[in-house]
């Protein structure tokens, strides 16, 4: 403290101390802001190819459940409903999680940016937990197509309903996989967030990662209409 | 708000919109009311009308998670031709396979 003068003040720097980069800033961008923005806009650019992902199988979808709507209601209503619907409100307790580990980033607080997107796992694993179970009961009814197939309740329908259910597999199970790749983003993104990464200057990947989240909590919003809710046959 | 004070002093940095939690609180309820009701339509025998209600139900919750939890109300109008051409273009796989489809008079439909 040599140079502190008689007075007690320290000296001004010549050169201000002020951080000429962000350590998080590329040099390709100009500053965060356009950084932030870019990235915002390369996420929806990838959900836009998701959106039509997941679009083309629902299409396919509505050609054969318009095609077969005696099959649709039967196969819908051979689902757990209740489970469903639970489910549905775990992932959206988890959406809301996602939204608030954005918010805490915002605002620079390290402890709750781990502590939501925490529970924005366990809320997503509930979930996959909850879906396991309903997997395990089909494969146990015999409501796998293919070889192990055995259900028989209703011969006529039966092969239309096996159409059904492999779009209930195939729909599913992509979106499980979505959500398993989510909880792997999840893990990083909590040891990212404990090392004090993200702060009010550089939350954008937690937004761009909450982007993904939220998408695969629409696909799921859509898919439990879809697969568990159709009116008609109660076989 | 302790939340603008924060980013003070850095003009470059990300333009910060903090939403207040009652928003976020109130979306989940929302998205929480829609689920039940989704449930509770698809026990009412409406005829034709079980399809568009939930479809409905299912829109309207897609819409709040995009607008309020993916902050697209407060993007960019770039991201917004981005978020709209999704649909856009969803639009136009789903209306030209069914002008097929639902006009085979020779088909099961």
């Known amino acids: ?235 | 708000m302790d939340s603008t004070s924060t980013t003070q002093g850095h003009e470059h940095t990300p333009h910060v919109h903090i939403t207040p939690l009652w928003i976020y609180f109130a979306v989940f309820g929302a998205l929480a009311a829609g689920t039940i009701l989704t449930y509770l339509a698809s026990t009412v025998d409406m005829g034709w009308g079980n399809t568009p209600v939930a479809l409905v139900i299912a829109a309207t919750k897609a819409s709040l998670v995009i607008l309020y939890f993916m902050h697209a109300i407060h993007s960019t109008r770039l991201t917004w031709v981005v978020i709209l051409g999704s649909f856009l273009w969803l639009g136009v796989l789903f209306v030209l396979t069914f002008a097929d489809y639902l006009t085979r008079a020779w088909a099961i439909y």
């Not at chain 1, 983003?185 to 937690?206: I, N, S, T």
């Open chain 1, 1 to 235: 403290m040599s140079d502190v003068t008689m007075s007690g003040q320290t000296p001004v720097p010549a050169v201000e101390e002020h951080h000429p980069h962000h350590p998080f800033l590329q040099h390709h961008f100009e500053d965060l802001g356009q950084q932030h923005e870019a990235s915002t806009l390369g996420m929806w650019t990838f959900l836009t190819t998701e959106i039509l992902f997941f679009g083309g199988i629902m299409l396919a979808y509505w050609v054969y459940r318009l095609a077969y709507p005696d099959a649709w209601s039967v196969g819908a209503s051979l689902q757990n409903t209740r489970l469903g619907g639970i489910n549905t409100i775990v992932l959206i307790m988890s959406s809301l999680t996602m939204a608030l580990a954005v918010r805490e980033a915002q605002l620079g607080r390290r402890i709750g940016i781990v502590t939501m997107l925490f529970l924005t796992l366990i809320f997503g694993g509930i979930f996959l937990g909850i879906k396991s179970y309903e997997y395990h009961a089909h494969w146990q009814e015999g409501l796998f197509p293919g070889t192990a197939w055995h259900w028989n309740e209703n011969p006529d329908l039966a092969p239309k309903i096996q159409l059904f259910m492999t779009f209930y597999w195939g729909m599913t199970a992509l979106h499980a996989l979505h959500m398993v790749i989510g909880a792997g983003l999840l893990l990083w993104f909590m040891w990212r967030a404990w090392k004090d990464q993200f702060g009010p200057e550089y939350y954008g990947p937690v937004e761009v990662m909450g982007l993904y989240w939220h998408f695969v909590d629409i696909v799921w919003i859509f898919l439990y209409p879809f697969l568990y809710l159709i009116h008609g046959h109660k076989h």
